[in-house]
């Protein structure tokens, strides 16, 4: 019995010890479970948050960054939240004579209200003192970026610490820390490069190189940097300069540099030049914001047929003037036109948007560069070669008249139109010395206000009338294949491949009404800048009797007496009566340009 008691005991304990330990193992199950589904809950929202917070500075985990954005979990608010309160990465910062230029990652959308912040103190720590301005103006400058301009910082406010940013988002107190890098001059900065073959075209203000002649290219060097390479911002490889002229170095590229472009965020180029003394070696080297880039454009572009004629021109606001200009000089028969603007601030993006619909070919490049014209002329000389035969260079306010043409129409009737294909046809087939020709120059007729006080409503060509006796100058159509590898250009004609010659247009078959000196109101505009590298501006006083220059004009945006009446010395009517004749409406007398501006 005692035996059997004690089984009996012994049988409850275990089952009693059992069902406490079962209890214990589905409570520990359960509290698991309910800890775990909190975790994936929270989990969720606190992926969206990082990505929302991190994604503009990361690199390395963007694809991680990626996966999460589109996971099923993350609301739509997120998606938004994200856009809005992203900051904007600003890469360079470019200090000008009247704003800063900010050069930003990516594209603005177009409505988007931006702001420039600017940071008082410059030492490490939270709470720092900012200011905000609304931006000046936006613009896109290459595929991959965009620019800003921002007033220039108040005083005791730094330029090397202006950041970007959205409307309504506060300032990151971390940023300075970050983000703070030297800020170039305008006058000292590599702002521009392109490929061309086995080499790269750098363009670098600060070089101090002479106007007309080559330069020694063995005092230059070219750096690189890949986009993404992990390097502490320093260029990792360097190449000599094949050749050197104005603004212009170029350079060979290093191998490979080809195909890393399709795998890396661009290359980083800048230059410095070297020189040995007897106490040391002296480099220096020039701030840069140039990344190259591969463009899938330029490869369509070559494959295309050329155009016979085209033109390229650098403006600050000239809007008024384009229709005019472009309508007129494709009748006559060009057929592509590359616009270099130049800070404008007049609606031209508008009026060229309104032209393209029309059927004109125009492409409008962003050229916050100043004086930097011929610079400027060489770079759209490289981007023009693929697409073009023959490029002309010359300004909104120089129009091309055909005195033998418009003789022609008079005695027989027959229309003027592509009659500057013709020329160049013509011209190019012409010889001196069994030298081929690779540049068409053709003289300019400079006309005065003409008597006018006021914009003439027609437009320049059907109001100013009166010119001076002799011809100044003279601009030219070139050959972009057959030009010197140095790209060097003196006002508007460029530096031949030796073997190569230019031919000058007889002034019976054609000459160039430049309307330089107009009604004081668009004349005084001149004072602000000039683009011309070597060009002294009109407020300074050098080179005061330069032909640069108005006679007689001094160096203040003052109007001199009887304005209206100078530079008149021949009335010349023959541009004006040639388009009337040739474009202007048989029933209302309307031309080409004034029907479409209403």
Request: charged share 25%; glycine share 4%.
């Amino acid at each position: 019995m005692d035996w059997e008691q004690q089984r009996r005991k012994r049988k409850r304990f275990a089952r009693s010890t059992s069902q406490v330990q079962f209890f214990t193992r589905r409570s520990l199950f359960l509290c698991l479970f309910f800890f775990a589904f909190l975790l994936f809950l929270s989990s969720t929202r606190w992926f969206s948050i990082a990505a929302a917070s991190f994604r503009p500075v990361l690199d390395a985990s963007s694809t991680t960054l990626s996966r999460l954005s589109t996971s099923a979990s993350k609301s739509t608010l997120d998606s938004s939240l994200s856009s809005k309160y992203s900051p904007l990465r600003v890469e360079s910062r470019v200090l000008f004579p009247d704003h800063l230029l900010l050069m930003v990652a990516g594209k603005f959308n177009r409505d988007e209200k931006l702001d420039c912040l600017y940071f008082k103190s410059v030492a490490r720590g939270l709470n720092q003192e900012t200011l905000k301005q609304s931006v000046l103006s936006t613009d896109k400058y290459d595929e991959f970026r965009s620019i800003a301009r921002c007033p220039l910082p108040p005083l005791n406010y730094s330029a090397s610490a202006v950041d970007l940013r959205k409307r309504g988002v506060g300032a990151d107190d971390h940023w300075l820390v970050r983000n703070r890098q030297p800020v170039a001059s305008w006058e000292r900065v590599v702002y521009e490069a392109a490929i061309d073959g086995d080499t790269v075209v750098v363009f670098a203000k600060g070089l101090n190189l002479r106007p007309h002649k080559e330069s020694n290219p063995t005092e230059f060097s070219c750096h690189f940097r890949l986009g993404n390479s992990n390097n502490n911002g320093e260029y990792v490889l360097t190449t000599k300069a094949v050749t050197a002229a104005q603004e212009i170095i170029r350079c060979s590229l290093p191998a490979g540099a080809l195909s890393t472009l399709d795998k890396e965020k661009g290359i980083r180029v800048t230059v410095s030049r070297g020189s040995v003394n007897t106490k040391a070696h002296l480099q220096v080297t020039l701030p840069s914001v140039v990344r190259l880039f591969n463009s899938k454009l330029n490869d369509l572009q070559r494959n295309q047929e050329k155009h016979e004629l085209c033109v390229c021109t650098m403006v600050w606001n000239q809007a008024a003037a384009l229709r005019e200009w472009i309508m007129y000089h494709a009748w006559l028969g060009v057929g592509r036109w590359f616009i270099y603007d130049n800070n404008s601030d007049d609606g031209i993006e508008e009026v060229i948007r309104e032209l393209n619909l029309e059927d004109y070919n125009i492409s409008r490049l962003t050229w916050p560069w100043l004086k930097t014209q011929e610079a400027g002329f060489s770079h759209c000389a490289l981007r023009a070669r693929d697409e073009c035969k023959w490029v002309g260079f010359f300004d909104v306010d120089e129009f091309f008249y055909f005195p033998s043409k418009y003789r022609h129409l008079q005695e027989y009737h027959t229309a003027g139109r592509n009659a500057l294909r013709s020329l160049i046809a013509d011209s190019s087939a012409s010889t001196s010395n069994s030298t081929a020709i690779a540049e068409i120059r053709t003289a300019c007729h400079s006309f005065g206000p003409s008597g006018l006080t006021s914009h003439p409503p027609q437009g320049v060509t059907m109001g100013y009338t009166c010119r001076l006796q002799n011809p100044e100058r003279h601009k030219s159509f070139v050959r972009p294949d057959l030009l010197d590898i140095t790209l060097l250009n003196v006002v508007h004609h460029f530096q031949l491949k030796q073997g190569f010659g230019f031919f000058d247009v007889p002034k019976s078959n054609a000459v160039i009404n430049h309307y330089k000196y107009q009604v004081w109101e668009t004349f005084r505009a001149k004072f602000y800048r000039r683009v011309a590298t070597y060009v002294v501006d009109w407020q300074e006083a050098q080179n005061e009797g330069s032909k640069d220059r108005a006679p007689g004009l001094g160096t203040e945006a003052i109007e001199p007496p009887n304005w209206r009446l100078q530079f008149c010395e021949v009335w010349d009517t023959g541009l004006r009566d040639f388009i009337q004749s040739s474009l202007s409406d048989p029933l209302t007398g309307f031309l080409p340009w004034e029907k479409a501006s209403g």
